[in-house]
């Protein structure tokens, strides 16, 4: 099972804002969001559940461009 996770980044830690069943759609929300000013730092968490195993794998598939230019200029 996979699913993808639009995150913020308030109050100090990453916060789940809403989750997707495809990536194209949480992709496409992610950009509309980067447009307005209340929704800074955001990132889309791909995360897959392996059901025999009962395991489960994150990673980070998108990050917004004001996020991408601090890390740049650190």
């Known amino acids: 099972m996979i699913s993808f996770e639009i995150q913020l980044f308030r109050e100090g830690t990453w916060k789940t804002d809403s989750i997707y069943d495809e990536r194209g759609l949480a992709e496409l929300e992610a950009r509309r969001m980067e ?3 209340r929704y800074k730092n955001l990132r889309i968490i791909e995360e897959v559940y392996d059901e025999k195993s009962e395991t489960t794998k994150l990673r980070t598939i ?3 461009k004001g996020f991408m230019e601090k890390v740049a200029k650190q």
């Open 35 to 37: 447009t307005l000013p």
């Open 62 to 64: 998108y990050r917004d």
